[in-house]
């Protein structure tokens, strides 16, 4: 289901899921080999992913307001429709603050380990 989401996920959004992943992996170095510099480069990193997520969700948003607003009448087919517009726009803020939960928790690991 997840995979199917994607597949529609206009450019905007797989950016900022690939800023979310990308923030984790540095996440994993720093937990792997703590440094000053990796530590300094997750906080931007972080803001990034917020930024990006919560966009990919607003572009997604008012795509899924346009689409309704160009049908004439509500039907369950157009609430379906609506629905599964809604569930696509919500996967880039899933994917953003899972992957930024993962990367503070290594952070986390690094911290302890330095």
């Known amino acids: 289901m997840v995979f199917d989401l994607l597949k529609h996920s206009s ?15 540095v ?3 720093y937990a792997i080999r703590p440094s000053e510099r990796r530590l300094a480069l997750i ?5 990034a992913a917020i930024f990006g997520g919560l966009s990919s969700f607003a572009v997604g948003l008012a795509s899924l307001l346009r689409g309704i607003s160009e049908t004439s ?3 369950p087919v157009t609430f ?5 517009g809604a ?7 899933f994917i953003a603050f899972s992957c930024l939960t993962i990367a503070w928790l290594l952070v986390t690991v690094g911290l302890l380990r330095s």
Do not use: C, K, W
């Open 11 to 25: 450019m905007f959004g797989l950016l900022g899921m690939a800023v979310s992943i990308t923030t984790m992996g």
């Open 27 to 29: 996440a994993l170095a």
């Open 43 to 47: 906080r931007p990193l972080s803001l």
């Open 73 to 75: 009448s509500v039907i």
């Open 80 to 84: 379906h429709a609506a629905a599964a």
């Open 87 to 93: 569930a696509e726009s919500m996967l880039g803020l």
